[in-house]
């Protein structure tokens, strides 16, 4: 589903784990570092495409997470002009985004990165909160960072509520 400017919606899932730690995860096959994220389908909301995601991607399921919070508006990216698939209608230029925040309050080991078909991830790991801006390919890294300050005082409310 691309939209009239040429955007796919789409979901950004960022995962914390109980020391402000970031799930970070390597895309299969390739030296490339991101969160999860996927598109959203017809007649499905942001937060039925994050459960919806979540399973997919990293086999998560809805009690094994506590949803924070998300972003206020779509962010987004376009895509490099390499990455623009001109022979598919309509042209997708890039994504808009609705991110995520979620505490992973189930297991670790509940991550699964082979639970569908198609794994998107072969490895993953906790990595300290800014990191995934200075990571990520650099096309994405402005959205990163906009979700990631949008979101940080979410993480300070969760540090606060631990420490208290």
């Not at 991607?57 to 924070?68: F, N, Q, R, S, T």
Request: charge should be negative.
């Amino acid at each position: 589903m691309i939209d009239e400017e040429g955007y796919r919606p789409n979901v950004g899932i960022i995962i914390t784990n109980g020391a402000g730690q970031l799930f970070w995860a390597r895309r299969i096959g390739e030296d490339a570092w991101q969160f999860p994220q996927g598109g959203i389908q017809r007649n499905e909301t942001p937060e039925q495409a994050l459960f919806r995601e979540l399973r997919e991607e990293i086999g998560l399921h809805p009690d094994d997470v506590e949803v924070l919070g998300c972003t206020r508006q779509w962010l987004r990216y376009r895509l490099p002009q390499r990455y623009i698939r001109r022979g598919r209608k309509p042209v997708c230029i890039g994504q808009k985004q609705v991110w995520f925040l979620l505490r992973l309050v189930g297991s670790e080991e509940q991550v699964s990165l082979n639970h569908s078909g198609e794994p998107e991830f072969d490895h993953w790991r906790w990595i300290s909160y800014w990191e995934p801006a200075r990571q990520v390919i650099s096309f994405k890294r402005r959205v990163y960072e906009r979700a990631l300050a949008e979101l940080e005082p979410l993480m300070a409310e969760l540090a606060a509520e631990s420490a208290g």
